[in-house]
């Protein structure tokens, strides 16, 4: 440790297994930097995770600033924090915790994991008291095998509802009977089978002393009608 307590200047330097604890957070990291008036400010580097057992929160990721007088927490570096209440995972490259708004801001490559749901976008808004969750920047969800993708996407994580916005398109799965297992193997339903279709008169052999007839030749080509029958077709006057 080392540290420096001259007023206005206020300064320590935690290094090799560094450990701060307030009265509503943990905090581990290799290298602990406490800062300003009555050491408000913590910056955290290394392996850095933080335990918030009133919230039921877990952070985790290789960098973290936080404010003890805001009760402000900036986590970036593969950041992830594990919601343990509402039994969520958020991962991005930059989170950003507001304990007084109740309202955690996730961007870059974003990544919510629930249950059954799976969500995906560039930027975030986890509003915790309301347990409403804004997508936006080419937002995707998953809910069921069902997908989602609109401009903007509300996920209401209390009622599973989803509201899309703008540019809206995906694809619902529907329950599968036998006919449509069938027809997505190629087959035809039972249903709709018919009698077998004959085979088709070039798969015949034809007669060893007779060349065989195309299929399909114009009456042009066909061979003289035997002496004694009558044509097929009316006899022109």
């Known amino acids: 440790m080392t540290t420096v307590l001259a007023e206005g200047a206020q300064h ?68 992830m924090m594990e919601d343990l209440k509402n039994e969520m995972v958020v991962k ?54 069902d997908i989602f993708q609109a401009a903007r996407i509300t996920v209401n994580l209390d009622t599973d509802e989803i509201t899309l916005d703008s540019g809206v398109q995906g694809s619902i799965q529907e329950s599968t009977d036998q006919g449509t297992n069938q027809q997505q193997n190629g087959q035809q339903p039972a249903g709709d089978q018919g009698s077998p279709t004959p085979p088709p008169s070039q798969n015949q052999t034809p007669s060893q002393n007779q060349p065989p007839t195309q299929s399909g030749a114009q009456s042009g080509n066909q061979s003289p009608t035997p002496s004694g029958q009558q044509p097929g077709g009316p006899v022109a006057q």
Not at 39 to 59: E, S, T
Not at 111 to 118: A, F, N, P, S
């Open 12 to 79: 320590a330097l935690l290094t090799g297994h560094a450990e701060v604890a307030t009265t509503d957070m943990k905090i581990d990291a290799d290298q602990i930097e406490l800062f300003g008036k009555d050491f408000i400010y913590a910056q955290c580097r290394g392996d850095v995770k933080v335990v918030d057992a009133k919230r039921g929160l877990d952070l985790s990721s290789t960098q973290l600033f936080y404010d003890r007088q805001q009760k402000i927490a900036r986590v970036q570096g593969n950041a």
């Open 92 to 145: 991005g490259g930059f989170i950003e915790d507001r304990d007084k708004e109740q309202l955690t801001i996730i961007q870059i490559g974003v990544r919510i994991l629930k249950k059954d749901l799976v969500c995906r976008a560039e930027y975030a808004k986890y509003y915790r008291d309301k347990k409403i969750l804004e997508l936006s920047g080419m937002p995707w969800v998953s809910r069921k095998g």
